[in-house]
């Protein structure tokens, strides 16, 4: 598909915990879309602004390479792969535009249950295992702790129980997860939700005028909803 400079473009997520809500806010914009048959892009109907669903790890470099304008997704995977492209010496390629108010969870440390939390420095020498590695890294360059970041990108929580790590970096929403593996939250790196990420700069041609409208109409919905 050719960008169209005359029509916004919004990644969200295809399936997974923000995609429902991700649609439903944008709808409640306005916004309608007829599906295609492939269900990867719904051309937008009411006003010129069209959906593609994806993984939502996917969307940040979307949004970089300027496949996609827009982009809803968990603060979380906007500011790991953020910060991945700081730590390897590029420049930021997005922002956040908007923090949306649902998909809320906390980036935490947590520790095994048996552990007499000391505080951060407890940290030193130990391995932890996280799908988040540039968060992690950059939070204990800042309280200058050296451990080993052990890097896995799923069943983080059961990385001590094997022996794969001595404590984890992971997403917490109610911590049931983590109490089932015998482990407590100590710390919280980031609060996230799920955020209208966009680039740096603003628009310079018609989707300036889209977006802006598609932000006022945002801020209206997610007014109400408080
Ligand atoms: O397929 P795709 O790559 O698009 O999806 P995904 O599997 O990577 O993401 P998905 O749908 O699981 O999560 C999308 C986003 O939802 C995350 O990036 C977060 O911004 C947000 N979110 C909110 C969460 C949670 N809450 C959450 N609880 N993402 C993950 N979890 C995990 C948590 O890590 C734990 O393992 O859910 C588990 C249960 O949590 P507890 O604490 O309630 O037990
Ligand atoms: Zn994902």
Redesign the pocket.
């Known amino acids: 598909v050719a960008q169209g400079r005359d029509r916004l473009r919004i990644a969200i997520?295809?399936?997974?915990?923000?995609?429902d809500p991700a649609r439903a806010l944008l709808a409640s914009c306005g916004l309608s879309w007829r599906e295609s048959r492939d269900r990867l892009f719904c051309y937008g109907e009411t006003l010129p602004v069209d959906l593609l669903l994806?993984?939502?790890?996917?969307i940040p470099g979307l949004i970089a390479d300027g496949v996609c304008d827009l982009g809803v997704?968990?603060?979380?995977?906007l500011q790991e792969q953020g910060q991945d492209r700081v730590e390897s010496g590029r420049v930021p390629a997005y922002r956040e535009w908007r923090a949306l108010g649902f998909?809320?969870?906390r980036l935490d440390i947590a520790v095994p249950d048996a552990w007499d939390w000391q505080g951060p420095q407890q940290l030193g020498g130990k391995r932890i295992a996280t799908s988040y590695p540039a968060l992690l890294r950059q939070w204990l360059q800042a309280q200058g702790i050296a451990a080993d970041v052990v890097l896995l990108s799923g069943s983080?929580?059961i990385a001590p129980r094997l022996g794969q790590a001595d404590a984890i970096c992971?997403?917490?929403?109610?911590?049931?997860?983590?109490s089932?593996n015998q482990l407590k939250p100590v710390l919280t790196l980031l609060q996230?939700?799920?955020v209208l990420a966009g680039p740096v700069e603003a628009f310079d041609d018609v989707r300036g005028e889209l977006a802006d409208l598609l932000l006022r109409r945002l801020d209206g919905a997610i007014r109400v909803r408080k």
Do not use: F, P
């Open positions: 997520q295809k399936s997974g915990r923000l995609a994806v993984r939502d790890d996917d997704v968990g603060r979380n995977v998909g809320g969870c983080v929580e992971d997403l917490v929403s109610s911590g049931a997860t983590l089932a996230s939700e799920a």
